[in-house]
Protein backbone atom coordinates (compact mmCIF):
# COMPACT_ATOMS: atom_id res chain seq x y z
CA UNK A 1 0.00 0.00 0.00
CA UNK A 2 1.71 3.34 -0.75
CA UNK A 3 2.10 6.07 2.08
CA UNK A 4 -0.23 8.42 0.03
CA UNK A 5 -3.37 5.74 0.84
CA UNK A 6 -1.78 4.93 3.94
CA UNK A 7 -1.99 8.78 5.50
CA UNK A 8 -5.56 9.26 4.07
CA UNK A 9 -6.90 6.27 5.70
CA UNK A 10 -4.98 7.59 8.68
CA UNK A 11 -6.66 10.93 8.28
CA UNK A 12 -10.14 9.03 7.95
CA UNK A 13 -9.82 7.32 11.10
CA UNK A 14 -8.53 10.31 12.71
CA UNK A 15 -11.49 12.29 11.46
CA UNK A 16 -14.86 9.98 11.54
CA UNK A 17 -16.20 7.77 14.45
CA UNK A 18 -14.86 4.47 14.87
CA UNK A 19 -16.27 1.31 13.69
CA UNK A 20 -17.60 -1.35 15.77
CA UNK A 21 -15.25 -3.43 16.74
CA UNK A 22 -12.53 -0.69 17.16
CA UNK A 23 -11.14 0.92 20.44
CA UNK A 24 -9.09 3.21 18.37
CA UNK A 25 -6.18 4.39 19.99
CA UNK A 26 -6.31 4.70 23.91
CA UNK A 27 -10.07 3.81 24.60
CA UNK A 28 -11.60 1.99 27.19
CA UNK A 29 -13.48 -0.80 25.69
CA UNK A 30 -15.51 -0.47 29.13
CA UNK A 31 -16.94 2.43 28.49
CA UNK A 32 -19.04 1.15 25.60
CA UNK A 33 -19.30 1.89 21.91
CA UNK A 34 -17.79 -1.38 20.59
CA UNK A 35 -18.59 -4.13 19.21
CA UNK A 36 -15.84 -6.69 19.81
CA UNK A 37 -14.33 -9.01 16.21
CA UNK A 38 -13.46 -11.70 18.63
CA UNK A 39 -15.71 -14.30 20.61
CA UNK A 40 -15.53 -13.45 24.67
CA UNK A 41 -13.81 -16.77 24.71
CA UNK A 42 -11.61 -15.80 22.01
CA UNK A 43 -10.61 -12.66 24.21
CA UNK A 44 -10.51 -14.39 27.59
CA UNK A 45 -8.03 -17.52 26.08
CA UNK A 46 -5.62 -14.91 24.50
CA UNK A 47 -5.28 -12.74 27.49
CA UNK A 48 -4.79 -15.94 29.72
CA UNK A 49 -2.24 -16.20 27.20
CA UNK A 50 -0.35 -13.14 27.38
CA UNK A 51 -0.26 -13.32 31.04
CA UNK A 52 1.35 -16.85 30.82
CA UNK A 53 3.96 -15.42 28.80
CA UNK A 54 4.39 -12.26 31.36
CA UNK A 55 4.98 -14.96 34.08
CA UNK A 56 6.90 -17.20 32.47
CA UNK A 57 9.42 -14.23 32.25
CA UNK A 58 8.70 -13.40 35.87
CA UNK A 59 7.54 -9.85 35.39
CA UNK A 60 6.85 -7.83 38.58
CA UNK A 61 5.87 -4.70 36.29
CA UNK A 62 5.83 -4.85 32.48
CA UNK A 63 4.47 -2.54 29.16
CA UNK A 64 1.70 -4.10 27.38
CA UNK A 65 0.37 -2.88 24.28
CA UNK A 66 -2.35 -3.64 21.73
CA UNK A 67 -3.42 -3.34 18.18
CA UNK A 68 -6.69 -1.02 18.07
CA UNK A 69 -6.50 -0.59 14.47
CA UNK A 70 -5.70 -2.90 11.79
CA UNK A 71 -1.67 -1.78 10.83
CA UNK A 72 -2.82 -0.59 6.92
CA UNK A 73 -4.59 1.99 9.07
CA UNK A 74 -1.83 3.40 10.51
CA UNK A 75 0.91 6.03 9.60
CA UNK A 76 4.43 4.35 8.95
CA UNK A 77 6.70 3.22 11.90
CA UNK A 78 3.54 2.42 13.97
CA UNK A 79 2.10 -1.10 14.68
CA UNK A 80 0.46 -0.91 18.54
CA UNK A 81 -2.14 1.81 19.32
CA UNK A 82 -2.44 1.08 23.04
CA UNK A 83 -0.12 0.53 26.14
CA UNK A 84 0.23 0.26 29.33
CA UNK A 85 1.64 -0.86 32.74
CA UNK A 86 0.86 -4.87 33.23
CA UNK A 87 1.76 -5.50 37.16
CA UNK A 88 1.62 -8.54 39.18
CA UNK A 89 -1.08 -8.15 41.54
CA UNK A 90 -3.36 -10.16 43.66
CA UNK A 91 -6.48 -10.42 41.43
CA UNK A 92 -10.32 -10.55 43.79
CA UNK A 93 -12.56 -12.35 41.97
CA UNK A 94 -15.89 -11.78 41.76
CA UNK A 95 -16.99 -14.47 43.70
CA UNK A 96 -14.13 -13.03 46.42
CA UNK A 97 -11.51 -15.48 45.97
CA UNK A 98 -8.07 -13.74 45.67
CA UNK A 99 -5.74 -14.94 42.76
CA UNK A 100 -2.41 -14.15 41.48
CA UNK A 101 -2.70 -12.27 37.78
CA UNK A 102 -2.02 -9.26 36.38
CA UNK A 103 -3.68 -5.68 36.61
CA UNK A 104 -3.48 -3.21 33.84
CA UNK A 105 -2.69 0.42 34.49
CA UNK A 106 -3.92 2.55 31.62
CA UNK A 107 -4.13 6.20 30.41
CA UNK A 108 -7.74 6.01 28.47
CA UNK A 109 -9.34 8.57 25.99
CA UNK A 110 -12.31 9.60 27.39
CA UNK A 111 -15.25 8.59 25.53
CA UNK A 112 -17.58 11.33 25.88
CA UNK A 113 -14.69 13.68 25.79
CA UNK A 114 -11.89 12.21 23.58
CA UNK A 115 -9.33 15.47 24.27
CA UNK A 116 -9.33 14.59 27.23
CA UNK A 117 -7.98 11.51 29.62
CA UNK A 118 -8.23 9.24 32.78
CA UNK A 119 -6.02 6.89 34.49
CA UNK A 120 -8.15 3.53 34.41
CA UNK A 121 -7.13 0.05 36.35
CA UNK A 122 -8.31 -3.04 34.41
CA UNK A 123 -7.11 -6.76 33.67
CA UNK A 124 -6.10 -7.93 30.37
CA UNK A 125 -9.54 -9.45 29.10
CA UNK A 126 -10.63 -5.69 28.99
CA UNK A 127 -7.71 -4.59 27.66
CA UNK A 128 -7.98 -6.41 25.11
CA UNK A 129 -11.57 -6.73 24.49
CA UNK A 130 -12.05 -4.72 21.23
CA UNK A 131 -9.01 -4.58 19.57
CA UNK A 132 -8.78 -5.00 15.80
CA UNK A 133 -5.76 -7.48 15.36
CA UNK A 134 -5.30 -10.09 18.35
CA UNK A 135 -1.30 -9.58 19.20
CA UNK A 136 0.38 -8.11 22.20
CA UNK A 137 3.44 -6.41 22.29
CA UNK A 138 5.52 -6.69 25.63
CA UNK A 139 8.13 -5.22 26.90
CA UNK A 140 10.08 -6.25 30.13
CA UNK A 141 12.12 -3.87 31.87
CA UNK A 142 15.25 -4.94 34.19
CA UNK A 143 14.50 -6.27 37.31
CA UNK A 144 16.39 -3.04 39.01
CA UNK A 145 13.63 -1.05 36.42
CA UNK A 146 10.99 -2.89 37.15
CA UNK A 147 11.03 -2.55 41.20
CA UNK A 148 11.36 1.72 40.21
CA UNK A 149 8.60 1.28 38.30
CA UNK A 150 6.46 -0.50 41.03
CA UNK A 151 7.52 2.05 43.36
CA UNK A 152 6.34 4.99 41.21
CA UNK A 153 2.82 3.25 40.24
CA UNK A 154 2.05 2.46 43.88
CA UNK A 155 3.17 6.27 44.52
CA UNK A 156 1.17 10.18 44.15
CA UNK A 157 4.13 10.26 41.35
CA UNK A 158 2.01 8.39 39.35
CA UNK A 159 -0.54 10.17 39.52
CA UNK A 160 1.24 13.65 39.29
CA UNK A 161 1.85 12.13 35.89
CA UNK A 162 -0.88 12.43 34.10
CA UNK A 163 -1.96 15.17 31.80
CA UNK A 164 -5.43 15.08 30.81
CA UNK A 165 -5.52 17.07 28.08
CA UNK A 166 -5.31 14.31 25.62
CA UNK A 167 -3.55 14.37 21.54
CA UNK A 168 -3.18 11.22 19.53
CA UNK A 169 -0.13 12.31 18.33
CA UNK A 170 1.34 14.04 21.63
CA UNK A 171 4.67 15.18 21.34
CA UNK A 172 6.99 13.92 24.30
CA UNK A 173 9.54 16.67 23.88
CA UNK A 174 6.72 18.79 25.28
CA UNK A 175 4.56 19.92 27.84
CA UNK A 176 0.73 20.67 27.59
CA UNK A 177 -0.86 17.49 25.82
CA UNK A 178 -0.19 13.82 26.07
CA UNK A 179 -1.39 10.28 24.99
CA UNK A 180 -0.73 6.78 26.15
CA UNK A 181 2.81 6.37 25.20
CA UNK A 182 3.78 9.52 26.66
CA UNK A 183 3.02 8.60 29.55
CA UNK A 184 4.39 5.54 29.54
CA UNK A 185 7.43 7.24 29.10
CA UNK A 186 7.35 9.67 31.70
CA UNK A 187 6.41 6.98 33.98
CA UNK A 188 9.47 5.18 33.15
CA UNK A 189 11.83 8.41 33.44
CA UNK A 190 10.28 9.18 36.74
CA UNK A 191 11.60 6.11 37.88
CA UNK A 192 15.02 6.00 35.72
CA UNK A 193 15.38 9.39 37.40
CA UNK A 194 13.50 8.93 41.11
CA UNK A 195 12.11 12.26 40.09
CA UNK A 196 8.23 13.60 40.49
CA UNK A 197 9.67 16.40 38.73
CA UNK A 198 8.22 16.78 35.26
CA UNK A 199 10.81 19.25 33.94
CA UNK A 200 13.97 17.30 34.41
CA UNK A 201 12.08 14.13 33.21
CA UNK A 202 11.44 16.16 29.79
CA UNK A 203 14.47 17.33 29.68
CA UNK A 204 16.06 13.74 29.90
CA UNK A 205 13.76 12.65 27.21
CA UNK A 206 14.64 14.97 24.78
CA UNK A 207 18.36 14.10 25.52
CA UNK A 208 17.89 10.39 25.14
CA UNK A 209 15.00 9.42 23.88
CA UNK A 210 14.06 9.58 20.02
CA UNK A 211 10.70 9.77 19.08
CA UNK A 212 8.82 8.42 16.02
CA UNK A 213 8.17 10.80 13.32
CA UNK A 214 5.04 11.28 11.93
CA UNK A 215 4.95 10.64 8.75
CA UNK A 216 2.14 12.37 7.24
CA UNK A 217 2.30 15.78 5.46
CA UNK A 218 1.73 18.70 7.66
CA UNK A 219 -1.10 20.00 5.35
CA UNK A 220 -2.87 16.66 5.91
CA UNK A 221 -2.01 16.49 9.73
CA UNK A 222 -3.70 20.25 9.97
CA UNK A 223 -6.88 18.89 8.04
CA UNK A 224 -7.32 15.96 10.62
CA UNK A 225 -6.55 18.19 13.37
CA UNK A 226 -9.34 20.47 12.23
CA UNK A 227 -12.13 18.28 12.30
CA UNK A 228 -10.79 15.57 15.22
CA UNK A 229 -10.59 16.75 18.87
CA UNK A 230 -8.24 13.69 19.55
CA UNK A 231 -5.55 15.76 16.73
CA UNK A 232 -3.64 18.90 17.88
CA UNK A 233 -0.53 20.53 16.52
CA UNK A 234 -0.30 22.93 19.14
CA UNK A 235 2.68 21.12 20.91
CA UNK A 236 4.16 20.12 18.23
CA UNK A 237 6.94 22.91 17.69
CA UNK A 238 8.73 21.54 14.25
CA UNK A 239 8.17 18.51 12.66
CA UNK A 240 5.39 15.84 13.75
CA UNK A 241 6.90 13.65 16.22
CA UNK A 242 5.24 11.27 19.15
CA UNK A 243 6.04 8.10 21.26
CA UNK A 244 5.51 4.52 20.40
CA UNK A 245 5.08 1.16 21.73
CA UNK A 246 8.55 0.66 19.64
CA UNK A 247 10.39 4.18 20.31
CA UNK A 248 9.77 3.31 24.25
CA UNK A 249 10.90 -0.67 23.21
CA UNK A 250 14.66 0.51 21.65
CA UNK A 251 15.31 3.37 24.14
CA UNK A 252 15.49 0.74 26.98
CA UNK A 253 16.54 -1.88 24.86
CA UNK A 254 19.75 0.94 24.53
CA UNK A 255 20.19 2.47 28.21
CA UNK A 256 18.50 -0.51 30.40
CA UNK A 257 20.74 -3.48 30.45
CA UNK A 258 18.84 -6.48 30.91
CA UNK A 259 15.44 -5.57 29.48
CA UNK A 260 13.82 -7.40 25.77
CA UNK A 261 10.36 -7.38 23.91
CA UNK A 262 8.42 -9.54 21.61
CA UNK A 263 5.16 -10.14 20.66
CA UNK A 264 2.20 -12.70 21.55
CA UNK A 265 0.06 -14.26 18.86
CA UNK A 266 -2.91 -16.56 19.33
CA UNK A 267 -2.12 -19.92 18.34
CA UNK A 268 -3.03 -20.61 14.76
Do not use: W
Not at 162 to 167: C, L, N
Amino acid sequence: MSQIVRTLLFLLVATTALPAGAVGFSGDSRQGGETSQFAPETIIHFSKKVEKALAAKGARVAILARMGRPPAELPEGMHFTHAGFAVYSEITTRDGRKLPGYAVYNLYQNAASPNTSALVQDYPVDFFAGVAVLEAGIIIPSAELQQRLLAIITSPTYQALHEPRYSAIANPYTLGYQNCTEFVLDVVNAAVYQTDDIRQIKSAEKQYFTAQKVNISPLKLLFGSMFSSEVTLSDQPGEPVTATFESIAGYLEKYDQGSESFSVLPER
